[in-house]
Structure formats: structure tokens, C-alpha cells
């Protein structure tokens, strides 16, 4: 199918309902999620690929969409906070966070939710050694609520262990 | 007016502060106040945010004053709506308001059921009446469910839209600016044709050095910059100072003191020290970008903006545009996480001029790069400390100077309107209206604090004291207020120096410490963050571990913070461990009250190990994160805080960390090493350097 100017329509799944977007084919994820598709709760940040905040999951794995060109995910799986099923890995992380009242201003804390998900719904047993490692060269933090996250994210490795 | 503060409807309560939210939590503690005085549950009060039609004009959100300013008017305000209600509750229920008592938003007689709730005495009630025509009303207190109160905010957060720069208005387009990479450069020209015609661009605004594009869409609007800069030339305007770690440049702009303390007669006697510290520029580098969303319609503008200040924001802009100020209504949203005077009030300008130039909603965003290059940056400051000690081991001189680029440049604060765009348009700015009020009325700001002097006077028991602040009037960056002004340099260099004048007497830093302290607020702080780090005064430190404590009062009139920092100094110094204690008042969230305290750790530890902006010759030398490094994950260090009860007056706590940890982690490493660090950032080649003794 074609529309009458623009380029062929990319299909995705997004929060498992299939979407198609008419959108330049390089434009980033981000802002098609954002404003073809009104999902708000991906941040925009940096549009460096430096500070995290704009993080999803593709089939999974979690990553940011301000570096990923629309093109490079046709047809895959995915999943934004904005779409978190209850009971779901990214609900989970999210329930953590609040219990903890881990943040200030928040704005870092939806990417970050999102590859603490991927982290612990992974095939592998999550390691808290890693999982630091990953936050630390994929997030940024400016406000400082890195203490509450990292006991949200015990309070989650605790519960998976149990 | 009460209906400032207080509005309501069938669906319950609404509350507005002045105090607008900056990612501290404030708008949970004002619900948590106004939910105690009203009797309902805090969930069930809605925390509506300020705008210039309807929150009340309380000046700057800033300087740790929510709390102790906002706070006690919205108590009495809340108070005062619940005898109003209480009224028209008593003619619904025919009884006298006096025997009515209040419990979960529910007026009733005791040991009756009829009840009637807030929302249905809605209709009936007005609060548009004067606040100054009542009594003062019979104040509550602090309910138990205000105490445990969880951020109401945060849900919607956590889920999605809920920032500024989510808002989506009809037909809304995004801006983008073209800045210069060097503070010296101005814009010439660009191939402005070819950017027009590129996809998606509406239109091309230039005014003077000012330049943006308004698109379609925001990612049109980047690319369409990108192209821009290609072609863009730029002219110096003047010559850059060299920039070095001992900020020489001050020394070419000399600038005559202001006396903040002054001693009489001749000094002392005795054996004299003096030492000099120094902190570079610093960066907000907020996560979220800077943004602003402004639609302007033929009779007026309405801007959302995340501004600390909507109300003297307002005037300037009215200013700078040549329109009444009633025409432009300011609508705070929240942004991310705001640390003081970033760019939030430049990008507001920014999306007027350039929705003005479209009739149509426009949203600003800035560029990663002009966020850390544009955005003013936190001051640079040298301290310069002398003291002369007694044979029996006490100060009985202090002498200080201050040298510091503006800490207060904010909208209306002085002559000029302290826009970005403004500067970088042609044409002068014309003079303010007499309708706009300089921003006198928040205290702090008033001419015995100009920022760079903050803290600069200990609070120790001292015989003598002077203290000089030099105010460079304006620095080869742009620099305004950030989180803790001048405290983090003045108590960094204070508790520095007092660990040098102990180690000069042969002291234990406590006990020297505690001999020059006399006000008992400051002496159970100290106390118990010793206490609860085991401070040991037989710890000789060495081996590349070290501890470090460190202690200030606020502003000198704000809260008290003291702690003890351990830290292991390898290739770099790592901080183990920081146990602390504060004294802010009386506790309304104290939830709330924590975590502005572990931020306040972590950020200042940051700023003190990792953090500085500068130029050379080809322009600003931090052109986004990789060139700005900030502490993660792996840096957090426990943080154990002690929280001393007091009946005393609230204080707020986002910034009384700031300068004790910075202090203590510069004590901890001299503890390790031997030698002190006085230049901040104290990074790897400034403790070689240190070792080396070339400091
Ligand atoms: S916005 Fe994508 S990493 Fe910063
Ligand atoms: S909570 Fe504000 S940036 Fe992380």
C-alpha cells in the first residue's frame, strides 16, 4: 500500500497492537513514538544516545530510541512504559520505584525502569554487578535519586530471588 | 485573595503555591500542609499548578525558601478556608461552627451522622475574599497521613505525559535555535533560502544574532538547524581571557570589594595562616531539555513554561516583546529536575518570538549542546582565607575574600533583562515598565547576600572578623544562581581551613571545631554526624583511606548540616561513605525531606570530584555529556542521615548539603593523602599535582 505523497507506511507493533506509521523512514523512534503516535511517557533528552531517558524495549532489549531510525524496526515488538501491562516485568520495576519513591524530578526514571525491566525479565539470572554496569553507560541522573533507585532495584532482585 | 491559595469544586479540593514544583517534591509537602489544616486526605487534594491569572505572585521558587516561606501561607490559608467552610457547613447543618468538628474532608456535630463533605459546600461557599479581612485562624498541625504522604505526582510520571515537554496543543510546531559553540561568537548570516525550503520548515526567524526555524516537526526542526549551521558565519565580538585552573582571567578585572564584615582596630598577634580554593564554572545539565511552549493569538500570549520565577519572568518578556504585561499569561509546568537559573527563562523568550512569527503554538526545545554551553552556568569563585591562632589553639583573627563571577543574574535583577534572546537581538531594549517589580520581595536576595558571599562568614566563634566580596560584573560566561550559590566554594574553603588550622595546633578536627562553636543547633549536628560515623580522633588516615568532616549552616540562617565522609583514594577518590545530620525545623515530609538531602550528596559530590566548564580557543570546551562527566550508579556511596528533631520554624533542605560534603570529601582526601586538594574538581591530575607539591 502507498499513500499518495509520502513514503510507503512502516508497520510495528507497539504495546501489542499492530500500528503503521507514515513517517519518514529515517526519522528517529523517539519521535515517532512521541508525535506520530502520542506516547508520551519515552522522554526526550539528549538525542545524543548519552543520557537514556528516550529507552524502550524492541523485541525485548532495551533500547534508545533518539539513535534508532524508524526503518531499522519495522515489523518488530515494541514496548513503552506508556503501555505497561499490570503484572508485566516493566509494571513491576515500576511498582518497585514507587514503593521506594525512588526519584526527584523523574525525568530519568522511565528509561531507566525500562532497562531494569529488560535486565531481570532476561533469560539469564540477574546480576546486580551488571545490571550497575549497564545503568551506568546507558543513564544519566542529574538529580541525585540514584540512592532510591538502587533500593528499588534490591527491593526487585530480593523479590526475584524469593 | 483566599481563592490564591484555595479553590474548590464538586470534585474536592484544589491548592495553588507560588512555589512551583522543580522536581523537589515542594507540591506534595504544600498538599501535605494545606490536607493537615483542612482535614481531608492529601490524595484527595489536587495541587493545580501556578500561573500568572491565578497562583499567587510569591516571586522566585529558590534560595531553600518553599518550605519556610510558602509553607506557614498556605497553612494559614488552608486554615482560614476551613473556617469559611466550616461557616457554610454549620447554616447547612443548623449548628454553630464553633461545635463543628472536621475529620476527612467531613464537617459534622460529634456523635451525629449528618455530614457534609467539601465538595458537596462547593457551590455555596466563595472564597474570594480577602485573606487580611479575617482573623487569624486556630492552626491543626501536621496530620498523620500528611507525615506518610506519598508524591502524588509521581504516578502520572512514571506512566506518561506529565512534563513540559509533553504538552501537545492543536496544531502546535517545534523551534529550534541556532547558537554559537564559542561565548565570543555572534551569528552573521546563513544560506536563510535554503533552510526554508528544506522538508517541513514553516518559517526562518532572524532578528539580529538571533535565529530559529519553526517546523512541522521537531526532528524537521533539527535537521533544518543542522543545515543551517553549515552555513553559518560568525563574527567575534571580543577577545577571550585564557582560561586555567587558578582562574587567572579574574585577575584582569579588578573590582573593588563589598564589605560583608568588617573588623575594627588592629589585628592580633600570633602564628597566621592563609591558604586560596578555587571552583571552576559549573553546569546545571538538567536531563530534560530546556523548553517552552508559547502560543501566541492576536490579543495576547499564553506560555507554559517550567521558569522558577513566572511572575518577573512575565515582565521581562512584556519588556523585550514591546506588549502589556497583562498580555501575557505564564503557565508553570513542570520540567526536569531544575537546580536554579538555567535557560528555562531564555527558551520561554525563545518560543514567544518565534510563535509570534508563526500565529500558531510553538515548542522550544534546546539542543543537548546549547543546554551546556548557553544555558547560564553556575559561578566561578576563588576564595582567599587568613586566620592568626592564640598559643592556646584558637582563631582570634578570620580574614576572607571573595572572588566571584554574577550568582544572581535572573530576570529583572538588574538593568537588563537577562534573556538570551534579548541580548542576541538588534535594537535596544526598552527601559522597564514601571509595572514591573524587582523581585525585592523574596528575602535572600537582598543586598547582604549577592550569592558569592553566601557562607562566606563560619559560624564558628571568631574575635575578628572580615570578610571582602569581590563581584566581577560579568564573567567570560554567562553565570547566574545554581543550587547552594557561593556555599560550596565559602564552605569548602572554610572547613577546609579549619582542618588546617587544627592539624597547625595539633588538634583533632572535631574538638577544634567544637571549641569555636557555641550555638547549640550547630553543636548536635556536628555531634551527631560524629557520632554516628564513630568519628575516632586516633584515625591517623594514610594508606589511601581517609575521613573528613565538615559543617555549615545554610545561608547562616537556613538548615544546619554536619557530616563525616570516608574515601579511598586510588586512581581516583571514591567515596565510601557519608553519614550525616540536619536540622531543618520543624519536619513536614520527611520522606521528602530525605531525599532532598541524599540529592543534595550526591550532586555536590559530583560537582566536587568530576565537574567543569570552561573554553579555550576553539570555543566552549564541554559540548554535551561525554565532555561533562557526572557520578553514576557505581559512585553512590551509602548515605546515612540523621534527622534532629526540632520544634524550630521549617527550613528547607535542597541545598544545606551542598558545601559540608564537598568540604568533608576535601578533608577525607587530605586525611588520605596528606596533602590537600584546594582547586576543585579534585580529579586524578589535581591529586598528582597535590602529591607532586605544585599546589
Ligand atoms: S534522549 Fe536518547 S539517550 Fe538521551
Ligand atoms: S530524578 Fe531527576 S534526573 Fe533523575
Same mark, same amino acid.
Given at each position: 500500500?502507498?499513500?499518495?505523497?509520502?513514503?510507503?507506511?512502516?508497520?510495528?507493533?507497539?504495546?501489542?497492537?499492530?500500528?503503521?506509521?507514515?513517517?519518514?523512514?529515517?526519522?528517529?523512534?523517539?519521535?515517532?513514538?512521541?508525535?506520530?503516535?502520542?506516547?508520551?511517557? =519515552?522522554? $526526550?533528552?539528549? *538525542?545524543?544516545?548519552?543520557? #537514556?531517558?528516550?529507552?524502550?524495549?524492541? /523485541? @525485548?532489549? !532495551?533500547?534508545? =530510541?533518539? $539513535?534508532?531510525? *524508524?526503518?531499522?524496526?519495522? #515489523?518488530?515488538?515494541?514496548?513503552?512504559? /506508556? @503501555?505497561? !501491562?499490570?503484572?508485566?516485568?516493566?509494571?513491576?520495576?515500576?511498582?518497585a520505584f514507587l514503593h521506594e519513591q525512588a526519584a526527584q524530578c523523574g525525568y530519568c526514571v522511565?528509561?531507566i525502569?525500562?532497562?531494569?525491566?529488560?535486565?531481570?525479565?532476561?533469560?539469564?539470572?540477574?546480576?546486580?554487578?551488571?545490571?550497575?554496569?549497564?545503568?551506568?553507560?546507558?543513564?544519566?541522573c542529574r538529580c541525585g535519586a540514584h540512592p532510591r533507585m538502587l533500593r528499588a532495584l534490591d527491593r526487585?532482585?530480593?523479590?526475584?530471588?524469593? | 485573595?483566599?481563592?490564591?491559595?484555595?479553590?474548590?469544586?464538586?470534585?474536592?479540593?484544589?491548592?495553588?503555591?507560588?512555589k512551583?514544583e522543580l522536581g523537589q517534591g515542594i507540591a506534595t509537602t504544600m498538599a501535605a500542609i494545606?490536607?493537615s489544616?483542612?482535614?481531608?486526605?492529601p490524595?484527595?487534594?489536587?495541587?493545580?499548578?501556578?500561573?500568572?491569572?491565578?497562583?499567587?505572585?510569591?516571586?522566585?521558587?529558590?534560595?531553600s525558601f518553599s518550605v519556610e516561606?510558602g509553607g506557614?501561607?498556605?497553612?494559614?490559608?488552608?486554615?482560614?478556608?476551613?473556617?469559611?467552610?466550616?461557616?457554610?457547613?454549620?447554616?447547612?447543618?443548623?449548628?454553630?461552627?464553633?461545635?463543628?468538628?472536621?475529620?476527612?474532608?467531613?464537617?459534622?456535630?460529634?456523635?451525629?451522622?449528618?455530614?457534609?463533605?467539601?465538595?458537596?459546600?462547593?457551590?455555596?461557599?466563595?472564597?474570594?475574599?480577602?485573606?487580611?479581612?479575617?482573623?487569624?485562624?486556630?492552626?491543626?498541625?501536621l496530620s498523620d497521613t500528611a507525615l506518610g504522604l506519598k508524591r502524588p505526582d509521581l504516578?502520572?510520571k512514571l506512566?506518561?505525559?506529565?512534563?513540559?515537554?509533553?504538552?501537545?496543543?492543536?496544531?502546535?510546531?517545534?523551534?529550534?535555535?541556532?547558537?554559537?559553540?564559542?561565548?565570543?561568537?555572534?551569528?552573521?548570516?546563513?544560506?536563510?533560502?535554503?533552510?526554508?525550503?528544506?522538508?517541513?520548515?514553516?518559517?526562518?526567524?532572524?532578528?539580529?544574532?538571533?535565529?530559529?526555524?519553526?517546523?512541522?516537526?521537531?526532528?524537521?526542526?533539527?535537521?533544518?538547524?543542522?543545515?543551517?549551521?553549515?552555513?553559518?558565519?560568525?563574527?567575534?565580538?571580543?577577545?577571550?581571557?585564557?582560561?586555567?585552573?587558578?582562574?587567572?582571567?579574574?585577575?584582569?578585572?579588578?573590582?573593588?570589594?563589598?564589605?560583608?564584615?568588617?573588623?575594627?582596630?588592629?589585628?592580633?598577634?600570633?602564628?597566621?595562616?592563609?591558604?586560596?580554593?578555587?571552583?571552576?564554572?559549573?553546569?546545571?545539565?538538567?536531563?530534560?531539555?530546556?523548553?517552552?511552549?508559547?502560543?501566541?493569538?492576536?490579543?495576547?500570549?499564553?506560555?507554559?513554561?517550567?521558569?522558577?520565577?513566572?511572575?518577573?519572568?512575565?515582565?521581562?518578556?512584556?519588556?523585550?516583546?514591546?506588549?502589556?504585561?497583562?498580555?501575557?499569561?505564564?503557565?508553570?509546568?513542570?520540567?526536569?529536575g531544575c537546580y536554579?537559573?538555567?535557560?528555562?527563562?531564555?527558551?520561554?523568550?525563545?518560543?514567544?518570538?518565534?510563535?509570534?512569527?508563526?500565529?500558531?503554538?510553538?515548542?522550544?526545545?534546546?539542543?543537548?549542546?546549547?543546554?551546556?554551553?548557553?544555558?547560564?552556568?553556575?559561578?566561578?569563585?576563588?576564595?582567599?582565607?587568613?586566620?592568626?591562632?592564640?598559643?592556646?589553639?584558637?582563631?582570634?583573627?578570620?580574614?576572607?575574600?571573595?572572588?566571584?563571577?554574577?550568582?544572581?543574574?535572573?530576570?529583572?535583577?538588574?538593568?537588563?533583562?537577562?534573556?538570551?534572546?534579548?541580548?542576541?537581538?538588534?535594537?535596544?531594549?526598552?527601559?522597564?515598565?514601571?509595572?514591573?517589580?524587582?523581585?525585592?520581595?523574596?528575602?535572600?536576595?537582598?543586598?547582604?547576600?549577592?550569592?558569592?558571599?553566601?557562607?562566606?562568614?563560619?559560624?564558628?566563634?571568631?574575635?575578628?572578623?572580615?570578610?571582602?566580596?569581590?563581584?566581577?560584573?560579568?564573567?567570560?560566561?554567562?553565570?547566574?544562581?545554581?543550587r547552594a550559590?557561593?556555599?560550596?566554594?565559602?564552605?569548602?574553603?572554610?572547613?577546609?581551613?579549619?582542618?588546617?588550622?587544627?592539624?597547625?595546633?595539633?588538634?583533632?578536627?572535631?574538638?577544634?571545631?567544637?571549641?569555636?562553636?557555641?550555638?547549640?543547633r550547630?553543636?548536635a549536628v556536628i555531634r551527631a554526624a560524629a557520632h554516628s560515623a564513630?568519628?575516632?580522633?586516633?584515625?591517623?588516615?594514610?594508606?589511601?583511606?581517609?575521613?573528613?568532616?565538615a559543617l555549615a549552616r545554610y545561608?547562616?540562617?537556613g538548615a544546619y548540616y554536619a557530616c563525616v565522609v570516608r574515601?579511598?583514594?586510588?586512581?581516583?577518590?571514591?567515596v565510601l561513605s557519608v553519614h550525616g545530620a540536619v536540622d531543618a525545623g520543624r519536619v513536614i515530609h520527611p520522606d521528602g525531606l530525605l531525599n532532598q538531602i541524599e540529592g543534595g550528596v550526591v550532586q555536590a559530590a559530583s560537582?566536587?570530584?568530576?565537574?567543569?566548564?570552561?573554553?579555550?580557543?576553539?570555543?566552549?570546551?564541554?559540548?554535551?555529556?561525554?565532555?561533562?562527566?557526572?557520578w553514576?550508579f557505581?559512585d553512590i556511596p551509602p548515605i546515612h542521615t540523621t534527622v534532629i528533631a526540632s520544634e524550630d520554624p521549617s527550613l528547607g533542605a535542597g541545598e544545606c548539603a551542598a558545601g559540608p560534603v564537598a568540604?568533608a570529601?576535601?578533608?577525607?582526601?587530605?586525611?588520605?593523602?596528606?596533602?590537600?586538594?584546594?582547586?576543585?574538581?579534585?580529579?586524578?591530575?589535581?591529586?598528582?599535582?597535590?602529591?607532586?607539591?605544585?599546589?
Open positions: 500500500m502507498t499513500t499518495r505523497d509520502g513514503p510507503a507506511p512502516i508497520q510495528l507493533i507497539v504495546n501489542g497492537q499492530s500500528r503503521s506509521v507514515e513517517a519518514d523512514r529515517d526519522a528517529p523512534l523517539l519521535s515517532v513514538l512521541r508525535d506520530d503516535l502520542g506516547l508520551l511517557g =519515552t522522554r $526526550t533528552g539528549c *538525542l545524543e544516545g548519552r543520557c #537514556g531517558s528516550c529507552t524502550v524495549h524492541v /523485541d @525485548g532489549r !532495551a533500547v534508545q =530510541t533518539c $539513535t534508532t531510525p *524508524l526503518w531499522s524496526v519495522t #515489523g518488530r515488538k515494541i514496548d513503552t512504559i /506508556d @503501555g505497561a !501491562a499490570p503484572g508485566s516485568a516493566i509494571a513491576r520495576v515500576r511498582d522511565n528509561g525502569i525500562m532497562t531494569i525491566a529488560s535486565l531481570i525479565a532476561g533469560p539469564a539470572a540477574p546480576d546486580r554487578g551488571h545490571i550497575l554496569t549497564v545503568l551506568d553507560e546507558r543513564h544519566l526487585l532482585l530480593a523479590e526475584t530471588a524469593a | 485573595m483566599l481563592d490564591r491559595w484555595i479553590g474548590a469544586d464538586r470534585k474536592g479540593l484544589v491548592v495553588r503555591s507560588g512551583v494545606a490536607a489544616e483542612l482535614r481531608v486526605d490524595l484527595q487534594v489536587r495541587v493545580m499548578p501556578a500561573d500568572t491569572t491565578l497562583a499567587p505572585n510569591e516571586g522566585y521558587t529558590a534560595g516561606h506557614p501561607a498556605m497553612r494559614v490559608a488552608a486554615a482560614m478556608a476551613r473556617e469559611v467552610f466550616a461557616d457554610a457547613a454549620a447554616r447547612h447543618l443548623g449548628a454553630e461552627a464553633d461545635d463543628l468538628v472536621v475529620q476527612d474532608g467531613l464537617f459534622r456535630m460529634p456523635g451525629q451522622n449528618a455530614a457534609i463533605s467539601y465538595g458537596e459546600l462547593a457551590e455555596v461557599v466563595d472564597l474570594h475574599v480577602s485573606a487580611l479581612d479575617r482573623a487569624f485562624p486556630p492552626l491543626l498541625g504516578p502520572a506512566s506518561g505525559a506529565a512534563y513540559v515537554q509533553d504538552i501537545r496543543l492543536p496544531g502546535m510546531l517545534f523551534g529550534r535555535m541556532l547558537r554559537p559553540t564559542a561565548p565570543n561568537l555572534r551569528l552573521v548570516n546563513f544560506d536563510r533560502e535554503l533552510v526554508a525550503r528544506l522538508p517541513g520548515v514553516v518559517t526562518v526567524v532572524v532578528q539580529g544574532s538571533f535565529a530559529g526555524v519553526v517546523a512541522q516537526r521537531d526532528d524537521q526542526a533539527l535537521a533544518a538547524i543542522a543545515t543551517a549551521r553549515k552555513s553559518a558565519r560568525w563574527a567575534a565580538i571580543s577577545t577571550l581571557p585564557a582560561d586555567d585552573d587558578a582562574l587567572s582571567w579574574m585577575d584582569a578585572m579588578p573590582v573593588p570589594p563589598r564589605h560583608v564584615a568588617t573588623a575594627e582596630g588592629e589585628p592580633p598577634e600570633g602564628r597566621r595562616l592563609t591558604a586560596r580554593f578555587v571552583r571552576p564554572y559549573l553546569l546545571h545539565a538538567s536531563v530534560g531539555p530546556t523548553c517552552a511552549v508559547a502560543d501566541w493569538r492576536d490579543d495576547g500570549a499564553t506560555v507554559h513554561t517550567h521558569s522558577q520565577g513566572i511572575y518577573p519572568l512575565r515582565g521581562q518578556m512584556a519588556r523585550v516583546l514591546g506588549v502589556p504585561v497583562d498580555s501575557l499569561t505564564l503557565i508553570h509546568a513542570h520540567g526536569a536554579g537559573h538555567n535557560g528555562a527563562d531564555d527558551v520561554a523568550l525563545d518560543a514567544a518570538i518565534l510563535s509570534r512569527a508563526v500565529k500558531a503554538p510553538v515548542m522550544v526545545l534546546w539542543s543537548r549542546r546549547d543546554e551546556m554551553t548557553w544555558s547560564p552556568h553556575a559561578a566561578a569563585m576563588r576564595v582567599e582565607l587568613g586566620a592568626a591562632l592564640s598559643d592556646d589553639g584558637r582563631v582570634t583573627d578570620w580574614h576572607c575574600r571573595v572572588e566571584s563571577a554574577p550568582h544572581l543574574a535572573r530576570p529583572g535583577m538588574g538593568e537588563d533583562p537577562n534573556l538570551l534572546a534579548a541580548a542576541e537581538m538588534e535594537g535596544p531594549v526598552p527601559a522597564a515598565p514601571p509595572v514591573v517589580k524587582p523581585p525585592v520581595a523574596t528575602p535572600g536576595f537582598s543586598i547582604s547576600d549577592r550569592g558569592g558571599d553566601r557562607n562566606a562568614r563560619p559560624l564558628y566563634d571568631l574575635p575578628r572578623l572580615t570578610v571582602l566580596h569581590h563581584e566581577l560584573p560579568q564573567g567570560p560566561l554567562r553565570s547566574s544562581a545554581m550559590l557561593g556555599a560550596h566554594l565559602n564552605v569548602y574553603a572554610i572547613e577546609g581551613f579549619m582542618d588546617e588550622l587544627a592539624q597547625a595546633v595539633g588538634s583533632d578536627p572535631l574538638a577544634f571545631r567544637l571549641r569555636h562553636i557555641s550555638d547549640p550547630a553543636l564513630a568519628w575516632d580522633e586516633n584515625d591517623v588516615g594514610g594508606e589511601g583511606t581517609g575521613r573528613g568532616l545561608k547562616n540562617t574515601v579511598a583514594v586510588e586512581e581516583s577518590v571514591r560537582w566536587t570530584l568530576l565537574e567543569r566548564a570552561g573554553w579555550d580557543k576553539d570555543g566552549f570546551t564541554v559540548q554535551g555529556w561525554d565532555s561533562y562527566p557526572i553514576g557505581r568540604a570529601i576535601g578533608n577525607a582526601v587530605a586525611h588520605a593523602l596528606g596533602v590537600r586538594v584546594r582547586q576543585m574538581p579534585i580529579t586524578r591530575d589535581r591529586l598528582l599535582a597535590a602529591i607532586q607539591g605544585e599546589m
